[in-house]
T-cell receptor, first 115, second 113 residues
Framework: AQKITQTQPGMFVQEKEAVTLDCTYD???????LFWYKQPSSGEMIFLIY??????QNATEGRYSLNFQKARKSANLVISASQLGDSAMYFC????????????FGTGTRLLVSP | DAGVIQSPRHEVTEMGQEVTLRCKPI?????LFWYRQTMMRGLELLIY????????DSGMPEDRFSAKMPNASFSTLKIQPSEPRDSAVYFC???????????FGPGTRLTVL
């Protein structure tokens, strides 16, 4: 069965520093996709970045990058040069071919960026 | 594009009342999902549709919950009768884009007294 694990309930980082949010996953399907979403205090869910299981390169989107280690089944989100507006909940999610378009979400990590 | 539209944004009702949540998906998106988010249980998938047809409703908690998608532009999630434990934020999402990522609506915060 698909499973996403986020072991960090909360993380603190100072403004302008980089931070890594951990995500491990479990699936027996060789074809899958990994997603990260941000949920600020206002409540909306915002898509950040995607990594496909067959992608050769780690995904990057602006200040977001995904440290994809397939053998370890980890897909950590790296935020460079943190900003105050990065304070939010961050969710890792997975979709595999057997789940069709279903996403399985982790429990989330709350990030707090301090000045 | 206006994104996924949900209404109402907030709903306060009394136990036993019927509640209807509404969702207008992004045009052209073939999949529509209903989620529920609570502190205790996190984000749960309730049901999802493909081309207006329900594909998987295994997450619907009980018979008090029902969802419909009569056309490609509209979906409803109904709770009848509502109970205090149904209090949560309900999200509608549709998938499309480069990675078929899911786009979420702003959510409906439901409080059942």
């Amino acid at each position: 069965a698909q499973k996403i694990t986020q072991t960090q309930p909360g993380m603190f980082v100072q403004e302008k520093e980089a931070v890594t949010l951990d995500c491990t996953y479990d699936t027996s399907d060789p074809s899958y996709g990994l997603f990260w979403y941000k949920q600020p205090s206002s409540g909306e869910m915002i898509f950040l970045i995607y990594q496909g299981s067959y992608d050769q390169q780690n995904a990057t989107e602006g200040r977001y990058s995904l440290n994809f280690q397939k053998a370890r089944k980890s897909a950590n989100l790296v935020i460079s040069a943190s900003q105050l507006g990065d304070s939010a909940m961050y969710f890792c999610a997975m979709r595999d071919s057997r789940g069709f378009q279903k996403l399985v979400f982790g429990t989330g990590t709350r990030l707090l960026v301090s000045p | 594009d206006a994104g996924v539209i949900q209404s109402p944004r907030h709903e306060v009702t009394e136990m036993g009342q019927e509640v209807t949540l509404r969702c207008k998906p992004i045009s052209g998106h073939d999949y529509l999902f209903w989620y529920r988010q609570t502190m205790m249980r996190g984000l749960e998938l309730l049901i999802y549709f493909n081309n207006n047809v329900p594909i998987d409703d295994s997450g619907m908690p009980e018979d008090r919950f029902s969802a419909k998608m009569p056309n490609a532009s509209f979906s409803t999630l109904k709770i009848q009768p509502s109970e205090p434990r149904d209090s949560a934020v309900y999200f509608c999402a549709t998938s499309g884009g480069s990675y078929n990522e899911q786009f979420f609506g702003p959510g409906t915060r439901l409080t059942v007294l």
